[in-house]
């Protein structure tokens, strides 16, 4: 079956309003809701005193109503006591500024005081809760590093001392990775070493990077925590947590392994012409993080929601169309957050799947329609979605564009967009891979600026042209190693004999202060010159075919883009960012190669396809009525089929 509720807030109300709830609940086909994600205080009101009888009774009245529970173990946001008690949980940031309670996430990642208060709750609910015939997974925290992902606080400092001592056991393997002989650096013990807070200049990259994995291991930890609980006492109950989509902070590739259901919190700008497209490359890589398996898009906005500077209703059919999305692209639950909008709080303006206006709305007969819909296609369930296109996403290359101290600032997300959204617009259905995962199953692989790279990742790159695929490497790839060391001799390590080029130089586009972002031509494509942007380079080749070559300014002539057979396959490289109809030529061209096919054989603007189970989706992101491979669609218009 496939899943459809909200995260449900009884706290938030008083008791005669639970009854009309659950009846508006089975009203509108709720099969599914997450039950008390940010009542720790309710659940806890002081120190080691418990009062469940709340929970108890809204337990059983779902039961009674036949709905399933996402059951949380409210550890989210910690009550006023806690820190009260022990402020030295609150945590701190680079600017060594002690964040303060009133808001939610107000705990040091590394608290040892945290985890254990954090671990008694949960202990409670899962002895209390964990037999109960209605609860259906766990949901641990929420939205972990949402709003503190680092913290720069004593006790963080010490938890990172002992990190980095299992990692490198001496302070002389330390010195060595992070290159501290530049700037005078070296330490002579452990103890000497402190977070990379607020400094007079750039911060030391290796730290840096270091950092970011042990801030990413830490509230993995705190989530491991309360995992290792719920697994004693509930062994056959799944477990999950709310990702972010393309969120910075916590390295996904490890997190997933740790979740029986992948989940995710998606929330697209209904004002950005690119949202739909956006949100589909989330669908994708939370399908990506399971391995292909079903995941729950665990929240989003029916409507609008309250933390933008404008915070844009969703257009009429706009909420269904997205919804139908995160189904196509292998969603087995369509859960928002939340099921009655807030009468008070931070979050009194963001829209519930019950408006302060109540049920005489579009919002509630959107919800209730799509309630109805969903309940027919729950021979969806279970079933996968097929690429033939493998996108490398790689957060330590995050990490590392983020810093300062580079050639150029550039968006790491962006170059990964970038080419996403000219496969989205030929209906190219994408995965997403690590750069050391498993690759033989796709016909064409894209890695976008893999800036820090392990021999072992290059060389997977490698074995894969050589096997017979075709492999597409952009600009700022095998730049550092994993210690954030530069690959000398022309960048590109072990990819160097595979493209068949070496770098001599960086020359990215420059603009004077406060100028227009330059940029350059490129001769060679199908459709003639094409514009370049953000970056370029010297590139050498050896054995390489030179597809295009830079047009103007110092680089003219250079080559741009190049091609080179290798074994069985192909490898590119393309040395700056392309744009309009460049980069769309260019894809045509690798997609051609690699034998690669949309799901529709004429692509239509604003028209999404995806095949999942048998059953075409076609879904109208736009407004106005389009047609289809003779099929008409009005605007935000879904049509299934069998495919």
Not at 521 to 535: N, Q, Y
């Amino acid at each position: 079956m496939i899943w459809y509720g909200g995260d449900y807030n009884p706290e938030q109300w008083p008791e005669e309003v639970w009854d009309e709830d659950v009846r508006l609940m089975q009203q509108g086909g709720i099969t599914l809701v997450s039950l008390g994600i940010f009542s720790w205080a309710k659940l806890e009101p002081r120190e080691g005193e418990f009062d469940f009888g709340w929970l108890d009774r809204i337990v059983e009245k779902l039961h009674e109503g036949g709905i399933r529970i996402d059951l949380a173990t409210a550890t989210a946001s910690p009550p006023p006591w806690l820190s009260h008690s022990y402020p030295e949980v609150l945590p701190v940031t680079v600017d060594g500024v002690r964040l303060q309670i009133g808001s939610r996430q107000q705990y040091c990642p590394s608290s040892p005081v945290f985890r254990r208060l954090a671990a008694r709750l949960v202990g409670k609910l899962a002895e209390r809760y964990g037999r109960h015939p209605a609860l259906e997974l766990w949901h641990v925290g929420n939205e972990y590093g949402c709003h503190v992902s680092h913290c720069y606080c004593a006790v963080s400092a010490d938890a990172f001392r002992g990190w980095l001592r299992a990692k490198y056991t001496t302070v002389d393997e330390l010195n060595t990775s992070w290159g501290t002989a530049f700037w005078s650096q070296q330490y002579q013990s452990f103890d000497e070493v402190f977070p990379p807070s607020a400094a007079p200049s750039f911060r030391n990259p290796g730290q840096l990077l270091d950092f970011d994995r042990f801030s990413s291991d830490e509230l993995l930890e705190c989530y491991r925590n309360e995992v290792a609980i719920l697994r004693a006492v509930t062994p056959d109950i799944p477990i999950t947590t709310n990702f972010m989509g393309f969120f910075g902070a916590a390295d996904y590739w490890k997190w997933a392994k740790e979740v029986d259901v992948v989940a995710d919190d998606s929330y697209p700008d209904p004002a950005d012409p690119d949202s739909a497209c956006s949100a589909a490359m989330t669908r994708d890589l939370m399908r990506s993080l399971g391995g292909g398996r079903p995941w729950l898009l665990m929240e989003q906005a029916p409507s609008a929601v309250n933390w933008r500077s404008i915070n844009a209703a969703k257009r009429p059919g706009q909420m269904r169309a997205l919804s139908y999305q995160a189904v196509a692209r292998g969603a087995d639950g369509i859960l928002f957050f939340q099921w009655r909008q807030s009468l008070a709080g931070s979050e009194k303006f963001h829209s519930g799947m019950v408006p302060h206006a109540g049920t005489n709305t579009r919002v509630w007969r959107e919800i209730e329609q799509f309630g109805a819909e969903l309940s027919a296609l729950g021979e969806l369930g279970g079933t996968g979605v097929e690429a033939g296109v493998a996108i490398v996403l790689d957060w330590d290359s995050w990490w590392s564009l983020n810093q300062g101290a580079l050639p150029a600032q550039l968006s790491y997300l962006e170059a990964i967009s970038s080419w996403y959204r000219e496969l989205w617009s030929r209906t190219v259905t994408v995965d997403f891979v690590p750069a050391t995962g498993d690759l033989s199953g796709y016909s064409l692989v894209i890695v976008p600026s893999l800036f820090t790279a392990s021999v072992g990742a290059l060389a997977n790159l490698t074995g894969y042209a050589e096997s017979g695929g075709t492999l597409v490497v952009t600009y700022q790839t095998g730049v550092t190693d994993e210690r954030a060391h530069i690959t000398a001799g022309g960048y590109l390590g072990g990819l160097q004999t595979t493209l068949g080029v070496w770098i001599e130089e960086f020359a990215p586009f420059a603009a004077p202060l406060g100028g227009p972002a330059p940029a350059g031509v490129l001769l060679g494509l199908p459709s003639g010159p094409a514009d370049a942007t953000i970056w370029a380079e010297y590139i050498h080749t050896s054995d390489a075919e030179v597809i295009a070559t830079f047009g103007s300014g110092p680089l003219e002539g250079w080559p741009a883009i190049t091609r080179r057979a290798t074994g069985d396959g192909a490898a590119w490289y393309v040395g700056t960012q392309l744009t309009g109809s460049g980069l769309g030529d260019l894809l045509d061209r690798v997609l051609d190669e690699a034998g690669v096919v949309g799901v529709l054989g004429a692509a239509v603007d604003g028209v999404e396809a995806v095949r999942r189970g048998g059953r075409l989706f076609l879904i109208n992101h736009l407004d106005d009525p389009v047609t289809v491979a003779g099929l008409a669609l009005e605007g935000r218009g879904v049509h299934i089929d069998e495919s």
